[in-house]
């Protein structure tokens, strides 16, 4: 069966600080792997997706994520950020592109000035 | 082009009251998904329909039923309100086959409280 662990619950980073998030993920072929943020009160929106190909992927909003196979990881990161970054951060797979989505529990991203 | 709408936005029900959660996508979508999203659990699938008329359980769909009578609509029914569907419920809809140019588009979500 599918999964997906991220390890921090919580993280505060300083803004203009660099980010990491971590996803690791459990699934038996090429996974389709997705990263999602969640505004209080808000849906969510897709930060980056991968499929296939290159394994660094750049998205929205600066952010960028490395698929890693041999690690079974696909870390989000963020060069600088910026106060609007704070959210909720979701790390997801996918068997079949965007159907039956596992999601991680996510990670709350707290921004200090 | 207003995506994925749901209604309501927040509900409270009683203890075994039955309703209707709904959902509409005008994006010609044939994919559509409801999620149930709880403190710490990140989202949870609850039922899935790959097309009108086609629809399948998820990882939670105890307490749920659903119907897709048209690639636009498929509401989620609550047949019998507990506590323990207190949660934010999201719907989902996305092309058939995913590619670099598709993506996933989730509704506002659905608050609701069971007391």
């Known amino acids: 069966a599918q999964s997906v662990t991220q390890p921090d619950i919580h993280i505060t980073v300083s803004e203009g600080a660099s980010l990491e998030l971590r996803c690791n993920y459990s699934?038996?072929?090429?996974?389709?792997l997705f990263w999602y943020v969640q505004s209080p009160g808000q849906g969510l929106q897709l930060l980056l997706k991968?499929?296939?190909?290159?394994?660094l992927v750049q998205g929205i909003k600066g952010f960028e994520a490395e698929f890693k196979r041999s690690q079974s990881s696909f870390n989000l990161r963020k060069p600088s950020v910026h106060w609007s970054d704070a959210a909720e951060y979701f790390c997801a797979v996918g068997a079949l592109s965007f159907q039956k989505l596992v999601f991680g529990t996510g990670t709350r991203l707290l921004v200090s000035p | 082009n207003a995506g994925v709408t749901q209604t309501p936005k927040f509900q409270v029900l009683k203890t075994g009251q039955s309703m209707t959660l709904q959902c509409a996508q005008d994006m010609n979508h044939e994919y559509m998904s409801w999620y149930r999203q709880d403190p710490g659990m990140g989202l949870r699938l609850i039922h899935y329909s790959v097309g009108a008329g086609i629809t399948d359980q998820g990882e939670v769909p105890n307490g749920y039923n659903v119907s897709r009578s048209t690639t636009e609509d498929f509401p989620l029914r609550l047949l019998s309100a507990a506590p323990s569907q207190t949660s934010v419920y999201f719907c989902a809809s996305s092309p058939p086959r995913g590619d670099s140019n598709t993506e996933a588009f989730f509704g506002q979500g659905t608050r609701l409280t069971v007391v």
């Open positions: 699934y038996g072929a090429t996974p389709y």
């Open positions: 991968y499929f296939s190909g290159d394994t």
